[in-house]
């Protein structure tokens, strides 16, 4: 067994909850399950909040937040205490790190397209150095789909044997008690008659789809959820006001839990993902279809129990989809955070 200490940058816990901090936390949590005590350590910044553990030891240290604690009092921990760090983020320190990174996909070099206005270009640039300094310096690369892990290889030329694929899960959503009040909230939204996805601003999420999809079938009802000024981004691509169209605002598992057991179809046409964990969270919560983009990370993902959109031909038509051969049992049945979590203890045991 490694003598090898872990020190895990928990600076996630601060920040707003979306596919890469879930991971994080789930992935940790049951890890914590099985990790013998003393191996792995979360470090975060003084006066962050974290789940209690077990077998894991959280440590807050240092006196800065955000960006600059991961880049000045992380690595000054990590060379403290001797360990070696693991950063589940996508970022990792600049200087003074040696351990592992997750890299869940790297939209920002292969998609540039996405990130054409002044913000977003400081953001990729941001990115893209740190995927070349975790390219350089991480031991090991975690990512989350063989996609994923092609596509590191391609742009920053990555051996396959340095990186490992941990996929993401889905049983958070079984803690989560359904909030049915939406329904009552939004009386429009009848049981099995409505379309939803889940929305934010970024480019590959492709919100213009589901615009279209609700504008070419409007007696159909289309819930969408998320954060951003969805509804002025919608008014800027010409597409506001479609009556059909509910935005949901941001809302939490409970309701997203409600939401996709009662919907007709989940929609999810994304343009780039390293996985996409949406869709499997809307099959476990018993959504009757998923409908995702035909692309290759989502046929790897998703497999036969999913409808594909090729968005090539299909500009915004919820009926014209390759439609699912097999039910969604066996898909859940593949995603586990328990295997997950195992296959990351035997890669730290390595050291």
Not at 161 to 166: F, L, M, N, P, T
Request: proline residues 7%; charged residues 20%.
């Amino acid at each position: 067994m490694s003598e090898t200490a872990w020190a895990v940058d928990g600076s996630f816990f601060a920040q707003r909850l979306s596919g890469i901090q879930r991971y994080s936390i789930e992935l940790l949590a049951a890890l914590d399950r099985i990790v013998p005590p003393g191996l792995v350590e979360i470090v975060t910044p003084q006066g962050v909040t974290t789940p209690q553990y077990a077998n894991i030891k959280v440590v807050p240290y240092g006196t800065h937040r955000g960006g600059v604690w991961q880049q000045l009092d992380y690595p000054r921990y990590l060379k403290r205490r001797g360990a070696k760090g693991l950063a589940t983020c996508n970022v990792i320190p600049l200087f003074g790190f040696r351990g592992i990174a997750v890299v869940h996909d790297v939209c920002y070099r292969a998609r540039p397209d996405f990130y054409t206005d002044p913000r977003g270009r400081l953001s990729a640039a941001w990115h893209c150095l740190q995927y070349r300094r975790i390219a350089q310096r991480a031991e090991r690369i975690i990512t989350v789909s063989e996609f994923s892990k092609s596509e590191i290889t391609k742009y920053y030329g990555v051996p396959a044997s340095k990186i490992d694929v941990i996929y993401n899960a889905w049983q958070q959503m079984e803690r989560a008690v359904p909030d049915e009040t939406v329904f009552a909230q939004h009386p429009e939204l009848k049981p099995g008659e409505y379309y939803f996805s889940m929305a934010n601003l970024l480019k590959n999420k492709n919100f213009l789809w589901v615009l279209r999809a609700a504008k070419a079938k409007p007696d159909a009802v289309f819930a969408i959820a998320g954060g951003g000024s969805l509804a002025a981004e919608a008014e800027r691509l010409g597409l506001a006001d479609l009556p059909n169209v509910r935005y949901l605002g941001y809302v939490r598992d409970g309701t997203a839990k409600a939401l996709m057991a009662h919907c007709r179809a989940f929609l999810f046409p994304t343009l780039y993902e390293g996985f996409g964990i949406p869709p499997l969270e809307a099959a476990a919560c018993g959504a009757p279809q998923i409908l995702v983009s035909d692309t290759p990370c989502m046929r790897e993902v998703y497999g036969p129990s999913a409808a594909y959109i090729d968005l090539n031909t299909n500009p915004g038509n919820v009926d014209a989809v390759t439609p699912a051969t097999a039910p969604t049992a066996a898909l859940l049945a593949r995603y586990s955070w328990a295997k997950s979590a195992e296959k990351l203890l035997r890669i730290l045991l390595q050291g």
